[in-house]
């Protein structure tokens, strides 16, 4: 009873009670829960469990007294108790409690308390006399003596630098992590620990600025040798504070000594006295380079030596005075100082024997070394001195600072003092202990050795239900199980560096954390597996608990799973927390796997001891997950449809209008420019003065403009795209496109520089047949797959090589292949291995096969992520393409390279005409038709007018609304009535979807389009109705917007920038599909003509507005060769007005190629010859601007046409020439 009074005691001076918590609820409901359960308790119960406790204690109390702060030992103890039997493992006291406190207990603690505030006041001392010194030293000695230090030298200031920092890690920092309580304004760290850093912090610095900074290096006057100033600048404080704190440590007085039960009063004194002396020692020898002569060096060498050596009288007086085993009756306090001046004895033998050696390296590389050693001998080197100091400075701070850590462990560490309390709180929980369904883990900590010892209640049986060890057992025995058994055992130390390392966050673990992971703990480091009431033994081979025949055994796996979680409830700082944790093992009896998914509750009595209830929360986790996938999935889904939407409307819309007034200021320029000049060329279908003077650069601005504005616009619209084909909601949109041109990148640079003149050679693509016919496709999604492929051919193929795109198109079969051809890279030799797996692999979602085999490797690779993809999902994101093009795609990796393939159905575009009865290169509208639109955008109303226009509409049957509010909420009725005063004349109506209007309120709204149309053909006679062709005009083009618009109004037309030679060429088939005609009756072979022409023609008919009178590839060649062979002649200043005048026509000639930024960079070339004054320069010149355009136009296409038109003459040779030196 006694020691349960003195336990409770000390609990209530420690911490608050249980019930009494502030701020805790659950506590709170707890504690009142248990108070009313305790009065019910039976005398016997508790009576039986309280001696049960205190037999455990007082067997290992005479196991304990020699060494009552040491953890236990983890090694099966092989002593043998009086009557023969084995002796049980000593642990339990530091679980229920220790051994008594005694009378001087107070004294103890303010020793403890006192030693402890001077070494932090000495740290403060030691920075600032160190800081002192060097300042003053680099102020005191000579320029010309502070020198940079040789390399020896500075490897070895290096060399100790290093292993000090390394020290400072291994033993520090895991320190400082495992002393910190629950509170974070409440980090317990001790003033020798402080102290250890700080010797060490002084000199890591020191070293560094010897490694790195000129150093003060004086001569001894009397040596001769080289004195490094710093190094006892560092070693004067330094070895002031270890000896004060070797001292310190020494807490042990003789009872006789003390006043009452106190300390003597030179206690401190005496510490601080043999401090000075070695302070002084070492600062005698700062000052023997600065003596003014030899007898004055040699009393500070008496002195110093003297002050030095009463280190071994005092070494043999405390040894003396120490006794050899604890006297009887000691107490805790008294056993805990006799343990702490061991230790701080075997401080005193480690740093008198290494500075003993330090002296002795002194005399011997100062005067023995120099006088007696052999010619190139080390002792003869200058460095010698310097090299000896730093090795044996190192040697004295590592171990010093391993005896200091063992030193805060004996007696600074709080953490063994509130291990008593848990025994009153075992007798308040009994009562939940026995019957709580969730496993209770009551865990203490017990010392850095010991880790932290643990209760787990008998509900840890019941884990796994059906699973679990309890399936074989009746009800009545599973209660008589749960009345009498609990598991205890403890962790080793390194359990919780286990966690540290593998990243745990000891701050705050979040809750949700579902993911499964295997237990970190190993069957080492949980030891001393007991079970409450019986007699155990631990399995040697495997950690298991072997308990009698006839018992439940607990599992190791399980035990393991659930120390783990107790690991990780330590590594939280809060008082009370919730964490999910997953208790995974694997069945011994059958090698079934199990999957607990747990939820804990931590809660922390102080920062030394915490209870954590471990709840069983599998099928409650498997519906979260469930409703967890279902509600990321919809909402990822509606934040890319939301994102497309504001993408594709505002963004788009914005730059649609940015570019719709780009074009009227080229139309501006256009016609200032007409007016001022005679010498004008075309440019994309205007006619610009491309001379000199500021013009030219306004032209070029606004060329450079008008590309950004388009390359921005494909940018935005690839990313949403993008987002549209992770869902799988992308549809295409097809149009007439020249393959060439799209996956040449004319006039639109993106992520790889097609354009760029480095990399045409690079980037080479050929085609086959020359030249390709046009054809009907999305060349958005095939721009975007194109470059996926070669995005991954770069990456992956061999840095820097050729990357071929070869495009092959099948006439009989209707299909076109695209190659994709690069250079083997690093690891192709394990993909060749992997044969069908890699080629496979290379297409599934979130795999990523060169990563891994990096990973393998031992390399780091860095993951960038393009914007519009996911991370290791580029080969995934082209199958889909592929499969929206309806076609396939494969890779194949071969020896010599990889090949990857797109296959898909083709039609030149034209081949569909013979089941059309219109050709849509002579559509018309009817001649009465009339244009009616409406947009909320001036930009776009404008757009409109001209959209109407280039449709064939008189100017003054075009009508377009949207100025106001009004004109918007009254477009209806104004339709309505429009057709019933026009009937029978067709109109042709064009309604923009999002219509912002401002309200009375001065409040925005936004009107759908197609909403208006909707209403009008409602209101509508049917007869008025058919007269109508209504569309929608909108940038969100996702496909359920555009089922919506088809729904509501008879088609949709997507915003983009408006060409001229496009408008008829898009409404064409939407007013073929409003009325649709019986077919023309063309024979076969009149229709197979026409295909045949139309395939042919499409090249021609994709450029622009000015491609009648465009210029061909080899035209341009041809003059190019001519001013060659000019240049050839070498009198190119005399022979100048000629070749300017070929150079003026060549630029014209250029700029009908609508090749954007490339011909503008040439045109600007041509310019400057203007300002060549020598044939050297001119030469040079017409080099780079020859190789440039020879560039330009080195596409396949051009190639291979101008081949076949001029095969062998000498442009064609020229071209040839230029392109196979490029590859």
């Not at 009557?83 to 406190?101: A, I, N, Q």
């Not at 967890?628 to 449809?641: C, M, N, P, V």
């Not at 339709?975 to 109506?989: Q, S, W």
């Not at 080099?1183 to 440039?1188: A, F, G, K, S, T």
């Amino acid at each position: 009873m006694t020691m349960r009074s003195s336990s409770t005691d000390d609990r209530s001076t420690s911490t608050p009670p249980l019930d009494e918590e502030p701020n805790n609820s659950n506590s709170d409901d707890i504690s009142l829960g248990l108070r009313r359960r305790r009065s019910s308790f039976k005398n016997s119960q508790l009576s039986s469990l309280r001696d049960s406790l205190q037999n455990r204690q007082m067997s290992t109390a005479a196991a304990s007294a020699t060494s009552p702060i040491a953890p236990p030992n983890n090694k099966n103890d092989n002593s043998k108790t009086a009557d023969g039997g084995e002796s049980t493992k000593s642990y339990v006291k530091f679980l229920m409690g220790g051994l008594r406190p005694s009378e001087d207990s107070a004294s103890h603690h303010w020793a403890i308390a006192t030693v402890d505030r001077h070494f932090r006041h000495f740290c403060i001392w030691v920075l600032c006399t160190w800081l002192s010194l060097v300042v003053t030293m680099y102020i005191i000695v000579p320029k010309e003596n502070i020198v940079k230090l040789s390399e020896l030298e500075q490897n070895g200031a290096v060399m100790a630098m290093s292993l000090i920092f390394v020290s400072f890690l291994s033993r520090v920092i895991p320190l400082m992590g495992r002393i910190t309580g629950h509170k974070k304004n409440n980090t317990q760290l001790s003033g020798i620990i402080l102290g250890g850093l700080t010797v060490q912090v002084v000199a890591f610095c020191t070293d560094f600025l010897m490694a790195f900074f000129p150093t003060p290096v004086m001569i001894d006057p009397v040596l001769g040798t080289r004195v490094h100033v710093l190094r006892w600048c560092e070693w004067f404080p330094c070895a002031t504070f270890m000896t004060f704190m070797m001292e310190g440590a020494d807490l042990y007085w003789k009872p006789e000594e003390g006043e009452g039960n106190g300390p003597p009063p030179d206690f401190i004194w005496k510490k601080y006295l043999h401090a000075i002396t070695q302070g002084l020692a070492v600062f005698l020898g700062l000052l023997f380079p600065f003596c003014p002569g030899y007898w004055t060096w040699m009393l500070c060498m008496v002195v110093s030596c003297a002050a030095y050596l009463t280190n071994f009288p005092r070494l043999w007086g405390r040894r003396k005075e120490l006794p050899k085993a604890l006297r009887n009756g000691a107490t805790v306090e008294e056993a805990e100082r006799i343990n702490s001046a061991k230790i701080a004895l075997r401080l005193r033998y480690v740093c008198t024997a290494v500075w003993s050696i330090i002296v002795a390296i002194y005399f011997v590389s100062s005067v023995i070394g120099p006088k007696f050693a052999p010619e190139g001998s080390l002792l003869r080197s200058p460095a010698a001195n310097m090299v000896c100091e730093c090795f044996f400075d190192v040697l004295s701070k590592v171990l010093f600072l391993i005896t200091i850590v063992d030193v805060h462990y004996a007696i600074f560490d709080p953490f063994a003092r509130t291990e008593r309390r848990l025994e009153e709180l075992r007798q308040l929980m009994s009562a939940v202990w026995e019957s709580s369904s969730d496993v209770i883990a009551i865990s203490v900590r017990t010392g850095p050795k010991g880790g932290a010892s643990t209760l787990l209640s008998p509900a840890f049986f019941g884990l796994g239900g059906s699973s679990g060890p309890l399936r074989r057992l009746s009800c009545e025995e599973i209660k008589d199980l749960f009345k009498r058994k609990s598991v205890l055992f403890q962790l080793t130390q390194d359990s919780f560096q286990t966690h540290q390392k593998d990243g745990e966050d000891n701050s705050i673990a979040k809750s949700g954390d579902l993911g499964i992971s295997e237990p970190k703990l190993t069957a080492d480091q949980i030891f001393n597996i007991e079970y409450t009431g019986f007699s155990t033994l631990i399995d040697k081979s495997g950690g298991s608990v072997a308990f009698d025949e006839d018992e439940i055994k607990a599992e190791s796996g399980a035990l393991r799973a659930v120390a783990d979680s107790v690991v990780k409830a330590w590594t939280i700082n809060k008082r009370d927390h919730v964490f999910t944790h997953d208790l995974k093992w694997v069945r011994k009896e059958d090698g079934k796997e199990v999957v607990i998914r747990t939820e804990a509750k931590v809660s922390r009595l102080d920062e030394n001891a915490l209870i954590v209830i471990v709840r069983d929360i599998s099928e409650r986790v498997k519906v979260f997950e469930t409703e967890k996938q279902i509600l990321f999935e919809t909402t990822s889904r509606q934040k890319d449809a939301e994102a497309n939407r504001f993408t594709r409307h505002e963004v788009k819309n914005g730059l649609l209008a940015a570019i719709g007034l780009y074009e009227s200021l080229c139309d501006a320029q256009r016609s200032q420019l007409t007016k001022d000049r005679n010498q004008t060329v075309g440019i994309a279908g205007m006619r610009f003065d491309i001379g000199d003077g500021d013009d030219g650069d306004v032209v070029r601005c606004m060329n450079e403009l008008g590309k950004s504005l388009h390359e921005t616009l494909d940018t935005i619209m690839t990313e949403a795209m993008a987002r549209d084909l992770v869902h799988d909601l992308y549809r295409p949109h097809r149009e007439r496109v020249q393959i060439s041109s799209v996956l040449g990148g004319f006039g639109d640079a993106q992520s790889l520089d097609f354009n760029s003149a480095g990399n045409l050679t690079r980037f080479p693509l050929i085609t086959r047949p020359c030249p390709l016919p046009q054809f009907y496709f999305d060349p958005q999604l095939l721009r975007y797959l194109h470059r996926q492929a070669l995005s991954n051919a770069c990456k992956y193929g061999k840095t820097g090589e050729v990357v071929l795109t070869e495009i092959i198109f099948d006439e009989k079969e209707m299909r076109l292949k695209i190659n994709v051809i690069n250079m083997p890279g690093e690891y192709h030799e394990m993909l060749l291995e992997l044969g069908e797996d890699a080629e496979s692999a290379v297409f599934t979602k979130g795999v990523q096969i060169h990563e891994r085999f990096a990973n393998d490797a031992g390399s780091i690779v860095t993951k960038k992520s393009e914007a519009a993809s996911l991370p290791g999902d580029g080969g995934w994101i082209i199958q889909r393409c592929a499969k929206i093009m309806k076609g396939r795609c494969s890779i194949k990796f071969e020896e010599t390279r990889t090949v990857f393939t797109l296959d898909v159905p083709a039609k030149p575009w034209g081949s569909e005409q013979i089941r059309t009865p219109i050709d849509i290169k002579t559509f018309r509208f009817p001649e009465n038709i009339w244009g009616i639109g409406i947009d909320d955008s001036k930009i776009q109303q404008k757009l409109l007018g001209k959209f109407f226009e280039f449709a064939g509409v008189s100017r003054d049957r075009i009508k377009v609304f949207g100025k106001d509010s009004e004109e918007i909420v009254g477009f209806v009725s104004f339709v309505v009535n429009f057709m019933d005063e026009h009937m029978g004349e067709p109109v042709l109506m064009i309604a923009d979807e999002n219509l912002d209007v401002l309200d009375e309120a001065s409040r925005h709204q936004t009107i759908s389009g197609s909403q208006l149309v909707e209403n009008i053909r409602q209101r509508l006679l049917p007869e008025q109705e058919r007269q109508l062709f209504a569309l929608i005009r909108s940038a969100n083009d996702s496909s359920s917007d555009v089922a919506i618009y088809k729904a509501r109004a008879h088609g949709f037309l997507p915003k983009a920038p408006i060409k001229k030679a496009n408008v008829l060429e898009t409404l064409a088939p939407l007013w073929i599909a409003r009325y649709p005609q019986k077919k023309t009756g063309d024979d076969d072979s009149t229709s197979m003509s026409r295909r045949r022409s139309d395939s042919f023609s499409s090249l021609e008919s994709s450029s622009s507005l000015n491609d009648a009178v465009a210029t061909t590839p080899v035209e341009i060649l041809l003059i190019v060769n001519e001013i060659d062979k000019l240049f050839s002649t070498g009198s190119i200043l005399q022979n100048w007005e000629m070749i300017w005048d070929k150079l003026h026509a060549l630029k014209g000639d250029l700029l009908t190629l609508q090749v954007g930024s490339k011909v503008i960079s040439a045109v600007g070339m041509i310019n400057s010859f203007r300002d060549l004054n020598s044939d050297e320069d001119l030469t040079k010149c017409w080099n780079l601007l020859r190789e440039h355009i020879a560039s330009m136009v080195s596409s396949q296409t051009f190639i291979e046409l101008g081949w076949k038109l001029c095969w062998g003459s000498e442009p064609a040779k020229f071209l040839l020439d230029v392109t196979m030196s490029a590859y």
